[in-house]
């Protein structure tokens, strides 16, 4: 049970609640229009669907514990991409500093939706279907 709150605790710290509720604003910080941004969150939100539906093919190609923290480790190079491109946006004239959010943000998807699949199924390997149960409604 340790094993699989610490996978779950692990998998909130590489930011994805974050992502997903500011993902909006975080576009219109990088000069889009509202509803271009708004139109942006739906395709980020496609690309974490397509990119969750490829991980169970993943998952048995490279492993579980290879897969996850491959996606723990690029979530956070994807994040610390996104601070510096933010940075350079607020701080200095690069002009196609935007363009490096947006792109990190795509790549921060790509990478949280191939691992995130993982926790899950682990918690639902590790235990018989009785405690699987009870530890789902958690």
């Known amino acids: 049970?340790?094993?699989?709150?610490?996978m779950m605790i692990s998998q909130q710290f590489t930011g994805c609640t974050v992502v997903f509720a500011y993902s909006t604003d975080m576009f219109m910080n990088a000069k889009l229009s509202v509803d271009l941004a708004r139109y942006s969150t739906?395709?980020?939100?496609i690309v974490y669907f397509v990119f969750a539906c490829l991980a169970p093919i993943l998952?048995?190609?490279?492993?579980?514990?290879?897969?996850?923290?491959?996606?723990?480790?690029?979530?956070?190079?994807?994040?610390?991409?996104?601070?510096?491109?933010?940075?350079?946006?607020?701080?200095?004239?690069?002009?196609?500093?935007?363009?490096?959010?947006?792109?990190?943000?795509?790549?921060y998807m790509c990478v949280y939706g191939v691992g995130s699949p993982i926790p899950w199924m682990i918690t639902g390997e590790l235990f018989t279907t009785q405690v699987s149960l009870i530890l789902f409604r958690f």
């Open 1 to 6: 049970m340790i094993v699989s709150i610490l």
């Open 42 to 45: 739906l395709a980020i939100g």
């Open 59 to 107: 998952i048995e190609r490279v492993g579980r514990r290879s897969l996850s923290l491959f996606q723990l480790i690029t979530c956070d190079i994807a994040l610390i991409l996104l601070t510096i491109f933010t940075a350079l946006q607020y701080y200095s004239t690069v002009k196609w500093a935007s363009y490096g959010s947006i792109g990190a943000l795509v790549f």
